[in-house]
């Protein structure tokens, strides 16, 4: 065979398996909501039965006058809760595992704690409680049900803006469209000494 063609042989064997090694692109996030241009009511409707999501970002955190941020990523199931916080923070990682009567902490040290214990290992770490029983429906950018809630809309039936609920104040900064909604994309809860600015990067 001449040496040309033995050439063009070869480059075609390359690119041949080029081609089969090529990565398969993940698959889209599932469509949960009637659409992002929906009617708000509507969407609310779908996103307060909405049990099984996920996002991550980067958060910042300020409290008693000292700040951070990390890395965030939270998984929603149907009956429980996955919080993760990465990064140089000042906290050196964490993650919480919780549902309605459950937490638990896996720290920076890999140390395990439960009950009282794992709050007091939160609290610690971020300098104030987080209100882990509202995180569902606050990251959906909804006040959480069964409880008091002061909220504001933007015009006459349109999305929720910001709401005041359980001391804090949660604000809907902006909103990008993902899985059929109109979700937040920056979100800022906050009470008296502490802060959290939240930008989701990825909806899933």
Same mark, same amino acid.
């Given at each position: 065979?001449? %040496?040309?063609?033995? #050439?063009?042989?070869?480059? %075609? #064997? #390359?690119?041949?398996?080029?081609? +089969?090694? *090529?990565?398969?692109?993940?698959?889209?996030?599932? #469509?949960?909501?009637? +659409?992002?241009?929906?009617? $708000?009511?509507?969407?609310?409707?779908?996103?307060?039965?909405?049990?099984?999501?996920?996002?991550? +970002?980067?958060?910042?955190?300020? %409290?008693?006058?000292? @700040?951070?941020?990390?890395?965030?990523?939270?998984?929603?199931?149907?009956?429980?809760?996955?919080? =993760?916080?990465? +990064?140089?923070?000042?906290? @050196? @990682?964490?993650?919480? &595992?919780?549902?309605?009567? !459950?937490?638990?902490?896996?720290?920076? *040290?890999?140390?395990?704690?439960?009950?009282?214990?794992?709050?007091? !290992?939160?609290?610690?770490?971020?300098?104030? &409680?987080?209100?882990? %029983?509202?995180?569902?429906? $606050?990251?959906?950018?909804?006040?959480?049900?069964?409880?008091?809630? !002061?909220?504001?809309?933007?015009?006459?039936?349109?999305?929720?803006?910001?709401?005041?609920?359980?001391? /804090?104040?949660?604000?809907?900064? =902006? *909103?990008?469209?993902?899985?059929?909604? =109109?979700?937040? &994309?920056?979100?800022?809860?906050?009470?008296? @000494?502490?802060?959290?600015?939240?930008?989701?990067?990825? /909806?899933?």
């Amino acid at each position: 065979m001449p %040496a040309r063609a033995r #050439v063009a042989l070869g480059t %075609a #064997v #390359v690119l041949a398996l080029l081609a +089969g090694c *090529r990565t398969v692109p993940p698959p889209a996030p599932p #469509v949960s909501g009637p +659409g992002a241009d929906a009617p $708000w009511s509507e969407q609310y409707a779908a996103l307060a039965n909405l049990d099984n999501y996920a996002l991550s +970002g980067r958060v910042a955190v300020a %409290a008693n006058g000292q @700040g951070f941020s990390a890395n965030l990523r939270y998984h929603q199931h149907p009956q429980r809760a996955d919080l =993760s916080l990465d +990064g140089p923070m000042g906290i @050196g @990682g964490m993650r919480m &595992e919780f549902d309605e009567r !459950e937490l638990k902490v896996t720290n920076s *040290r890999g140390e395990t704690l439960d009950g009282a214990a794992a709050r007091a !290992e939160i609290e610690s770490r971020l300098g104030f &409680e987080l209100p882990l %029983a509202r995180l569902r429906w $606050w990251l959906l950018g909804l006040p959480a049900p069964g409880l008091p809630a !002061e909220k504001h809309e933007d015009g006459a039936g349109g999305a929720i803006t910001d709401f005041q609920q359980d001391g /804090w104040r949660v604000s809907i900064n =902006s *909103r990008a469209p993902a899985r059929g909604f =109109s979700l937040p &994309e920056r979100l800022t809860a906050e009470r008296d @000494g502490a802060r959290m600015k939240l930008l989701v990067e990825n /909806w899933q």
